[in-house]
């Protein structure tokens, strides 16, 4: 029932969820704004006006082939259009291989993303 939520704990909850994510994505976000081969799409700033969603294109890869590498490292990311068939076209990619897209939430650590980062070194050459 909509009427008894606590409002001010569930606001409450979000911010200490944004607090905890912010600096994975400017983590994240600074190591891939530092390759010359990586565009990410999307806000490229860490914020308060985005979520923990981080997606990119290489330039020479598919997203598919990144995707692929980095699973077998046992770290789940995904790739595609993700609903956005329309948008990946607007913004001239191939709707098909889409974007490469990392999901940070509050329950991740800076080891995981470090490990992440160590993958990306491997897998984006």
Same mark, same amino acid.
């Given at each position: 029932? &909509?009427?008894?939520?606590?409002?001010?704990? +569930?606001?409450?909850?979000?911010? %200490?969820?944004? *607090?905890?994510?912010? &600096?994975?994505?400017?983590?994240? +976000?600074?190591?891939?704004?530092?390759?010359?081969? *990586?565009? +990410?799409?999307? &806000?490229?700033?860490?914020?308060e006006?985005? $979520?923990?969603? %981080? =997606?990119?294109?290489?330039? =020479?890869? =598919?997203?598919?082939? +990144?995707?692929?590498?980095?699973?077998?490292?046992? %770290?789940?990311?995904?790739?595609?259009h993700?609903?956005?068939?329309?948008?990946?076209?607007?913004a001239?990619?191939? &709707?098909?291989?889409?974007? $490469?897209?990392? =999901?940070? *939430?509050?329950?991740?650590?800076?080891?995981? %993303?470090?490990?992440?980062?160590? $993958?990306?070194?491997?897998?984006?050459?």
């Amino acid at each position: 029932d &909509p009427q008894t939520l606590d409002r001010p704990a +569930i606001e409450r909850a979000f911010e %200490i969820m944004t *607090v905890c994510e912010l &600096p994975l994505q400017a983590r994240l +976000i600074a190591y891939l704004q530092s390759r010359d081969d *990586v565009r +990410i799409v999307g &806000p490229t700033e860490a914020g308060e006006s985005r $979520v923990g969603t %981080i =997606s990119f294109v290489h330039d =020479s890869k =598919s997203s598919a082939e +990144i995707t692929a590498a980095v699973d077998r490292s046992g %770290i789940g990311i995904r790739h595609g259009h993700m609903y956005a068939y329309h948008l990946c076209e607007a913004a001239g990619l191939d &709707p098909e291989d889409g974007v $490469v897209r990392t =999901s940070l *939430v509050h329950y991740n650590t800076m080891e995981e %993303i470090e490990r992440l980062i160590e $993958v990306f070194d491997t897998v984006l050459g």
